[in-house]
């Protein structure tokens, strides 16, 4: 093998933008290698994720490793000038290994152990496990790093997924050595944690477990077991990636995030400054009646982990329905590229899919991949084609940037499992729901969003919003707080602030965070039943959370409580403070709410849209001199855009743009020659 290629000026594994998938040919024979390939290049495939399942078959029994087949892969991919994103196999471990090591299966929190069979089979803390992984990882390491086709790292997939939370005694040990390090004494942990309640006082670390069993745990144990996992899996993120560096200190390395409707398992900002290229992993749900807004929220969100970083990369999405749901949508006509290109538009620097070819059989034998079972004369290999040599065309888009929004959202992963886990006045409550809803109305009037920490430097944001942001520490509460002193607008909603990092509950009136900012305060929770609602005097209407809010706040009183016990009590309030403004929003309150109190938040804060358009989302890339306007129509009929450039996708430059229904223009801003570029 020869020496590793030189390393780009940006850590990105391809030239232009990314394209292609999970390649696991160790499904099939050899003879449909070829055809794969052929059919890659065919789709401008120019990089595939090699190896994620391959354990079993590159270590058939314990020590003994045949690398024959992956050379060879390795070597046809090259040949053809596919890069390689190499998978460590370790979310795949061997049969082998769970019989010889049943005790590394994660256990749930009644113990009970996971079953082989499935994926990431083996509990984060496990040193047995470590162990394994790493062997396997540096002999694939040592073996491939000099190998020019290999072009990026993957380490392991999805990690948390499947294996996000074990409660075993290795656990158990590795949690109080991480409370050791975290507390030092056992009485400060017994302070900060509040173990008087139910006389759960520990005289040592090693009475603490946990929180195994019933959901009626001290919140604040939940919330440090729920850190220690999100560590304890990154360790094995690092851990693996360091064994890659041994071999290439210069490689790339990258992980599959799960940034999406359905997952929170770990905390990604913290593990997003670990890796050289930050990746995503998006599937939309079925049941999301909103899939667009979900693939903008989602890229609003992932370029902002580590924006120092540049563009993300989409390493794994569908060609069409899943099948992990009980029913699972197919993609529409049209709706793979547009998808794809909605990702792009946020900053992905390319799209992937899982997987290459559908497999015949398996768990996921109806999972339909890029070459579906249908074959190529088929809707999805048809529009797999067309994307890859669209994104090929396009490739002068990467490297560019979302430029900053005005307004950011506030997102935190922490607060997120506080506000899920344990003993609430409501239970069931989604953390994605009501970001998502404030999201939607910005994302309708395509008014761009950053969604953020609140640990990120707002100093740019004149319109920050805080929805359920159950838990936030002092230093975040200022930071938001120093937004309004600045002059700008803070709009908080029920359920923020109201415990601090520890999961203690701020005393005083809700939300404690934010009371002085918010010149308002609530005393009594009124959560409501399903399907329950509350009239506010605006003719909005409160569903699932309403509160008592004191009487003659400091601040405006925009909406009322209209029925039920709480009429009369002020619901939704503004604070007008040294030339900004607070707002908080006391119930979960309907689109019609949400629609008008945006509106003004858009109308106090001159807010532009990119473009005002029902039916079109409008976002921009820039960066280099260089602009691109993005312009996905959702709807069913052709829209005309009145903006002037080059259209790429037609080629076409001019003074306006029509963008037919279901399809997706990008003009290279600033060109207007009327002309066709070949
Ligand atoms: C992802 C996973 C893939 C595949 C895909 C489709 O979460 O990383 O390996 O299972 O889902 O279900």
């Known amino acids: 093998m020869s020496a590793s290629s030189p390393r780009p000026a940006r850590p990105w594994p391809t030239p232009g933008l990314s394209f292609g998938g999970d390649y696991n040919p160790e499904q099939w024979p050899s003879e449909v290698w070829r055809e794969d390939l052929d059919l890659m290049v065919e789709a401008g495939v120019n990089i595939v994720t090699l190896g994620v399942f391959s354990w079993a ?23 053809r000038g596919i890069r390689i994103d190499m998978a ?38 496990s040193p047995v496990f470590r162990d394994h992984s790493l062997r396997v ?44 390090r975290r507390y030092a004494s056992v009485d400060v942990l017994n302070h900060t944690w509040g173990t008087a ?119 794994e999405h569908s060609t069409s329905h899943g099948t992990w749901h009980p029913v699972n949508r197919a993609k529409a006509p049209r709706e793979l590229i547009r998808n794809s290109l909605g990702h792009i538009a946020r900053g992905a620097d390319g799209a992937l899919f899982f997987q290459w070819r559908s497999s015949p059989s398996g768990a996921e034998q109806y999972f339909p991949g890029m070459v579906p079972h249908s074959g190529t004369d088929s809707k999805i290999w048809r529009e797999t084609v067309e994307l ?126 934010f009371r002085e900012l918010l010149g308002a305060s609530s005393e009594e929770f009124f959560p409501l039943r399903d399907g329950e609602t509350v009239l506010l005097d605006t003719g909005w209407l409160a569903t699932e959370w309403t509160e008592l809010m004191r009487e003659d706040p400091a601040a405006e009183v925009v909406a009322h409580y209209a029925a039920g016990p709480l009429r009369g009590r002020p619901a939704v309030t503004r604070n007008p403070r040294n030339g900004g403004s607070a707002w908080y929003v006391s119930a979960s309150i309907d689109r019609l709410g949400i629609d008008a109190v945006v509106a003004r938040l858009i109308a106090e804060n001159a807010l532009r849209p990119i473009l005002e358009s029902p039916e079109v989302e409008a976002v921009r890339r820039s960066g280099d001199g260089r602009s691109y306007l993005f312009l996905l129509n959702h709807s069913d009929r052709d829209v005309e855009v009145p903006v002037g450039g080059r259209e790429l996708v037609t080629g ?17 801003e600033g060109e207007r020659t009327g002309t066709r570029e070949s």
């Not at 314990?62 to 046809?76: N, Q, S």
């Not at 009644?110 to 509990?123: E, K, M, S, T, Y």
């Not at 344990?422 to 761009?448: C, Q, S, T, V």
Request: net charge negative; glycine share 8%.
């Open 388 to 513: 890859g040599q669209l994104l090929g065309r396009i490739g002068e888009i990467a490297g560019t940037t979302v430029p900053r929004a005005r307004v950011a959202l506030l997102f935190d992963d922490i607060a997120g499992w506080a506000l899920t886990r344990g003993l609430k006045p409501r239970h069931g409550l989604d953390y994605g729901r009501i970001p998502r809803a404030w999201h939607r109305a910005f994302w309708e009037r395509n008014i761009p969003v950053d969604v953020v920490g609140p640990w990120a430097d707002l100093a740019g944001y004149e319109v920050v919003v805080v929805p359920t942001l159950l838990l936030v520490s002092d230093a975040d509460a200022a930071n938001i707080a120093s937004v309004v002193d600045r002059g700008g607008c803070v709009l908080v909603t029920h359920l923020s602030g109201i415990v601090d990092e520890n999961d203690r509950v701020r005393l005083g009136g809700f939300p404690g965070a």
């Open 137 to 180: 990882t540096r002999e694939l390491a040592q073996r491939y790093a000099p190998h020019p086709a290999v072009a990026m790292w993957h380490v392991s997939n999805e990690l948390g997924g499947g294996n996000g939370r074990c409660y075993c005694e290795v656990s158990a040990a590795a949690f109080r050595d991480w409370l050791r």
């Open 57 to 79: 078959t590159v270590e058939r029994r314990p020590g003994e490793f045949d690398w024959a087949a992956t050379d060879e892969i390795v070597g046809l991919l090259h040949e």
């Open 652 to 668: 076409i430059a001019g003074a306006a743009v029509t963008v037919p229904a279901g399809e997706v223009r990008i003009v290279r």
């Open 197 to 315: 309640f139910w006389g759960h006082i520990y005289s040592d670390f090693d009475e603490v477990n946990p929180p195994r069993g019933s959901e009626a745990q001290n919140p604040a144990l939940v919330l440090d077991f729920d850190r220690f996992s999100s560590d304890e899996l990154l360790g094995q993120l690092l851990a693996e990636r360091d064994v890659i560096r041994e071999a290439d200190p210069d490689a790339i390395v990258t992980t599959n995030f799960m940034v999406g409707p359905a997952h929170d398992v770990v905390d990604y900002p913290r593990w997003a400054a670990e890796v050289d290229v930050v990746a995503n992993d998006h599937y939309t749900l079925p049941t999301d009646p909103l899939t667009a807004q979900d693939i903008a929220f989602s890229g609003d969100r992932m370029r902002n982990l580590a924006p120092e970083k540049g563009p993300w990369l989409l390493m």
């Open 88 to 125: 460590t196999p370790t979310a795949a471990p061997p049969p082998w290994l769970h019989a010889l090591h049943p005790e590394i299966l994660p256990r749930d929190r009644d113990l009970i152990p996971q079953f082989p069979g499935a994926r990431l089979g083996w509990c984060p803390s």
